[in-house]
C-alpha cells in the first residue's frame, strides 16, 4: 500500500472532516475574564449508539489539535496524532466507541483562540459612518483571555450537552491531555465511567514551570514579537518560538532515546570549530523548532504553557489531592514511563495514591520505555495492550 | 468458577464489604473472589508485568508496585485486611514489610509454604539437595524464594516481635484443611491472621 491509499487500511479511520460547534452563552474563565461567545473545531470518529453511552473524549495535549485520527486528505502525508491508538479494532475502538476530540480554545488550529477575530462592540446608529469604517474586524491576539484546564473542560461540557451525550463512556488524555482527564473526574463526576490519566501529573514541578518559562521568555523577547501585536506588524516572533520548541523537544525526550537517535553523530565528517550545524542532534532540534514556528501561533504558546503552570485541582480543596477526587465515580487507568523526566513516574505516582486514599477504583503501571514523555503517543507495546485491556472493560451499557 | 483451596481459607476470614490490599496479588484472582463473594473493595500490589495485565484484563485494581520498596504511600490502618498470599517468602526482609502490613492494615493474613513438612524434611535428608516440589518448583540458583521459613520459625517471629496471632490454619498438599497434632510436620501451607498486640 503506498502513502497515498494508507486512509484506505482496515484499520484506519478513513478521509474524515472537522465540524465546528458554536456556543453562544458566554464561558466565565477561572481567571475572571469572559468569552462572550466561543467556538470548538472537533472531530468525530465511529457513531454514536442509541443510548449515547459509547462516547470517547479524547483530550489533546500541548501542542495537539482534533485531527486525532484518519487524513483529511488522501495526499495528506501524515495521519492524526493518536491514529496508531484510534480506529477499527484499536487500542480505542472506532467499532465500539464514538470518539470525540475537540480542539481546546486558545489554540491556533481552529478553535476561538488568540487567532481568531475578537468580537467588535456593536455599532450604534448614532456612530457616524466615519466611525464605521474605522472599525475593523481583527484578531484577538495578545488580548486573548488566559486560559485553565478547568475552562477547557467546562467548554468541553457545552460540546457534550450539544452532541446530546449524557454521559462519556470514557475520558482519555496523555501529558496535558491526562491533566483534563483528571479536572472532568473532578469537575463533573457522574458524567464519566471511566478516565485514562497518562504520563501526566497532578501539577507542574517549579522545574516544570522553569522550562516553561524559558520557552515563554525565547518569545517575549524576540523583537518580532511587539508585546504580542506581531500580526499587526505583519510579523512573527518565529526565532523565539522555534527557541521554545526546541527547548521543550528536549524535554520530551529521553537522554538514552537522543543517545540512540543521534549519539554524538557529527552532520559532516569533522568538527569545524564553529557555530554552524555541527552535531547531528543541532540538526535535529533546529529543524524542529523552525517547523513548528511556521505552523504554531507563539501567543497560543504562551497561553498553552501558562494553562500548565495553572494546573493545581488540589488547590481548591486544601492542597489535598485525594479530597480533590473524593466525589469522582469513575474508573482510572494511570500509566507512567521510566524515562520520562519531564512527568516522572513518580508523579504519576501521586494520582494513583490520591486515588488510593479515597478507595477510587484505580489501575497503575509503570512502563519500561526508552523515549522518555513522547511514549505515550508511540507504539510502546506493553503500554498499547495494558490499554486496551482497560479500554476493552469499558462497558457501554 | 472454582476457587483455589488455598483462596477458600483467606476469603472465608474476609468481613463483607472490607478494604483489602492484597501483597503480590498476581493475576488478581483473590481479590476477584473477595470482590465477588464479599463485596471487598481492594487493590493488589504486583511486578510482573504479565499478572499485571491478567489483572487488567479482569478488571482488577491493580498497582505497580514493588513491596520491598516499601508501603510508605499507604496510610496508617487504612485497610480492614493486608494480605500477602504465598509471596512473604519471595520478600527481601520478610519481617520489616510484616510491620508495615500491620501499620497500614488492622488485620494482616498471611499464607506461606510450611518448609518443614516432611516430603521437603525428606528430600533434604535423603537427597541432600534443595527441594524442589509442586509447591517449590524452583532450582536453588533462580529460585524467587529467598526467605523460606517453617511454622515455627513464623510462630516464633510473631512472638519475638509481639504479633498477636487471632487465627490458624493448615493445609495438606492434597489442599485440604489439616487439624494435626504435628502441624509442622503435615501442613504443606501454613495460614495466619495476626493483630498487632496493643
Known sequence: MNAHERHLAADNIGLVTPKRFHCDTPLKLTSGRELPSFELVYETYGVLNNKGSNAVLICHALSGSHHAAGFHAPEDKKAGWWDGFIGPGKVIDTNKFFVVCPNNIGSCYGSTGPTSLKPQPPITEADDTDAKAKVKTKEWGADFPLITIKDWVASQKRLMDHLGINQWAAVVGGSMGGMQAMQWAIDYPEQLRHAAVIAAAPKLSAQNIAFNEVARQAIITDPEFFAGQYKDHDSAPKRGLSLARMLAHITYLSDEAMREKFGRDLRNEKIHFGYDVEFQVESYLRYQGQMFSQSFDANTYLILTKCLDYFDPASEYGDDLAKAFERSQCRFFVASFTTDWRFSPARSREIVDALMKVHKPVSYLEVQARQGHDSFLLNVPRYKKAFEGFMNMVDIL | ?198
Open chain 2, 1 to 198: 468458577m472454582t476457587i483455589r483451596q488455598d483462596h477458600r481459607l483467606i476469603v472465608n476470614w474476609v468481613n463483607p464489604q472490607s478494604r483489602v490490599l492484597d501483597l503480590g496479588c498476581g493475576s488478581g484472582l483473590l481479590l476477584k473472589t473477595l470482590a465477588g463473594e464479599k463485596q471487598a473493595f481492594g487493590y493488589g500490589l504486583e511486578l510482573n508485568p504479565e499478572k499485571i495485565q491478567t489483572c487488567i484484563e479482569n478488571g482488577v485494581n491493580v498497582i505497580e508496585h514493588d513491596i520491598d520498596s516499601g508501603l510508605s504511600k499507604f496510610p496508617d490502618q487504612s485497610y480492614d485486611y493486608v494480605i500477602i498470599s504465598l509471596a512473604l517468602q519471595a520478600l527481601k526482609r520478610p519481617n520489616e514489610t510484616l510491620d508495615e502490613m500491620l501499620r497500614v492494615g488492622r488485620e494482616v493474613i498471611i499464607s506461606f509454604p510450611n518448609f518443614a513438612h516432611f516430603r521437603t524434611r525428606a528430600y533434604l535428608a535423603l537427597k541432600g539437595k534443595m527441594p524442589v516440589s509442586k509447591s517449590l518448583p524452583y532450582e536453588w540458583y533462580e529460585t524467587p524464594n529467598i526467605h523460606l521459613c517453617t511454622i515455627r520459625d513464623f510462630e516464633e517471629l510473631c512472638q519475638s516481635k509481639g504479633y498477636r496471632i487471632v487465627d490458624r490454619q493448615l493445609m495438606n498438599s492434597e489442599g485440604q484443611t489439616l487439624h494435626s497434632i504435628w502441624p509442622n510436620l503435615f501442613a504443606s501451607t501454613a495460614f495466619y491472621k495476626i493483630t498487632r498486640d496493643v
